[in-house]
């Protein structure tokens, strides 16, 4: 065990594989990390997972069992400087044939010159890098850098691995009395701790520290968990990842599914006004036609969220996202502009047709600007067969409606004004 003062997650930090919780899809018999460590041939590396999953520790395991110096970087604190000294002595060790593992947590917050600083000895083997992040490298760490590393996904520690964590801390965490708590009452702190070990380890030491010559009751745990911390990074990749839930929900027409993935957005910090912005695009891009009073009531939610914000707009958002998840559902507004967004990129010096250009001068009008312009307003219909297209695209179409809530009617219209101008083409 380690320095008696120190927090319990750092007494109880596992020095072994065999101490080590969780991974076992990279650290179970015959998995493929587990055998690089057994074998000494640890390649760089970005191990990715959330926190309190064993980034950290697992790291000093590695270094340990493969009798690897170990050096531990910190992002705020370490600049291009001490990086090339700790690359230099790592060159020193190297000749007498010890390898050195460079640990840096929180990789995302290195700076591009501090990751760049890495390369040239991750490349010549002068060091095994080994960066832990929250965040996904692909967007955070330099792609040049990521190269040239092996990328191992941690998952959040299950209920059960949690427990088992929580089993041994309780055995011999604590001075004596030792800690006695109900297994219930243990995977209720494991079940709040939601993957992590941390949150788990912390926990539980409030709750022995509060307790009764260590006895561990039910109310002393519920006042110890009675609210969850949300995991949410309004920057990082759970913020896409929740705004994606949402929107595939009410893609899908599930409602309770779309007021979870909202209620976890709002209740995480996001700003209400984004969430809305979304809503508004999806009103357009998911509904469209077939329910067009869908985009009025997201943008009413939406103005909603700026005049009175949170947690009053909670309701607002409600009601936007369950209209939207109940609406009928049509993408062709969204596949139309799609398809005419490649024609006009590839047509972009099509020049627009004389008879619907504006002849604001003589000798515009000189050169048939507007000749032969059809007044639709001028017509019984309030229709003409005059072409609007490039003559490039000339018969191009771009929208065609479902057959869905009040995009039938549309598509009714459309259908009636084809047929009229084909009937008077001239």
């Known amino acids: ?40 041939k640890i390649c760089s590396m970005i191990l990715w997972g959330p926190p309190g999953v064993g ?4 790291a000093r395991v590695i270094a340990r ?55 040239p000895y991750v490349e010549n083997g002068g060091i095994i890098l080994i960066g832990a992040t929250t965040e996904n490298p692909s967007f955070e760490v330099n792609s040049a850098l990521l190269s040239r590393c092996k990328v191992f996904v941690l998952q959040p520690l299950a209920e059960e691995e949690l427990a088992a964590v929580g089993r041994r801390a309780l055995a011999s965490g604590f001075d004596a009395p030792q800690p006695e708590m109900p297994e219930d009452l243990l995977k209720i702190v ?17 709750i022995v520290v509060n307790s009764e010559n260590g006895r561990i009751t039910e109310e002393l745990v519920s006042q110890c968990v009675n609210r969850k911390l949300l995991l949410y990074d309004k920057r990082g990749e759970e913020h896409y990842n929740l705004i994606s839930a949402l929107h595939k929900s009410m893609r899908n027409s599930d409602v309770n599914a779309a007021i979870y993935w909202l209620a976890r957005m ?44 949170m947690p009053e707009c909670g309701v607002h958002l409600t009601h936007a996202v369950v209209y939207c998840a109940l609406a009928p559902k049509s993408n062709r507004l969204y596949e139309a502009y799609k ?18 250009r504006n002849a604001v001068t003589s000798l515009m009008k000189n050169l048939r600007y507007g000749a032969g312009y059809q007044y ?51």
């Not at 320095?3 to 750092?10: I, K, T």
């Not at 398809?339 to 619907?356: G, S, Y």
């Not at 229709?383 to 179409?397: K, Q, S, V």
């Not at 929208?399 to 869905?404: N, T």
């Open 65 to 119: 069992q493969t009798l690897s110096g170990f050096v531990n970087f910190s992002a705020t604190a370490s600049g291009i400087k001490e990086i090339k000294d700790v690359m230099a002595s790592a060159e020193r060790r190297r000749v007498f044939g010890e390898s050195t593992i460079v640990f840096v947590d929180e990789i995302h917050r290195f700076n591009k010159s501090q990751q760049d600083a890495f390369l």
């Open 266 to 309: 709002l209740e995480g910090g996001e700003d209400p006004l984004y969430v809305a912005r979304r809503i508004v695009r999806f009103a357009s891009e998911d509904i469209g036609m077939a329910d067009s009073k869908a985009l009025e009531i997201s943008v009413a939610a939406y103005q909603a969220c700026h005049f009175i914000g």
């Open 339 to 356: 398809a005419a967004k490649a024609d006009a990129l590839e047509t972009l010096a099509e020049p627009v047709p004389l008879v619907i």
């Open 55 to 58: 980034k950290t520790t697992l």
């Open 190 to 206: 494991a079940r709040f701790a939601n993957g992590d070990a941390r949150i788990l380890l912390n926990t539980l030491e409030m």
């Open 1 to 40: 065990m380690n320095d008696p003062g120190a927090p319990l997650a750092s007494r109880l930090r596992p020095e072994t594989l065999e101490e080590y919780v969780g991974q076992r899809h990279l650290l179970g018999e015959g998995k493929v990390l587990r055998r690089l460590i057994e074998r000494d």
């Open 376 to 426: 639709a307003h001028d017509t019984e219909e309030k229709l003409t067969n005059m072409r609007c297209l490039p003559d490039a695209l000339a018969g191009r179409e771009y929208y065609h409606p479902a057959e869905q809530g009040l995009e039938v009617r549309v598509k009714e219209r459309m259908d009636k004004i084809k047929a009229w101008q084909a009937e008077h083409q001239s």
